[in-house]
């Protein structure tokens, strides 16, 4: 009996946590790089769809190439990616261009791949 009330509280606790990554994941996430050969701001606008574990993700770059030490001219892209929430993993996974999205409630940052990028607060 003992068992299974601590397997009762660790499921929920799961649960819970769960629950934090997803209500956190909607919003408007920051990234910013400089390098010898380019200078650049990301974007990335994360919006539940309506349906099951969907997500859309509209990522929108300004960025300046450097060469010979000048500044180019600024360029912009973007793309929208569709992405899928795993409870298990806690991520969101964008299958056509392979990526996974680890969120960090906590500490209001998400990840992809060493990249970090920083969630704006509601005002």
Known sequence: MKILSILLVFSIMIACTSNDTRSFIPGTYVNTTVSSKSKASDTLIIEFTG?????????KTGYHLISAQRIGKRKYASEEWKAIYDSGTRTLKVAIVGKIITFYPASAKLNIGEREYRKLQKH
């Open 51 to 59: 349906e099951s574990n969907n997500y859309l993700v509209h990522r």
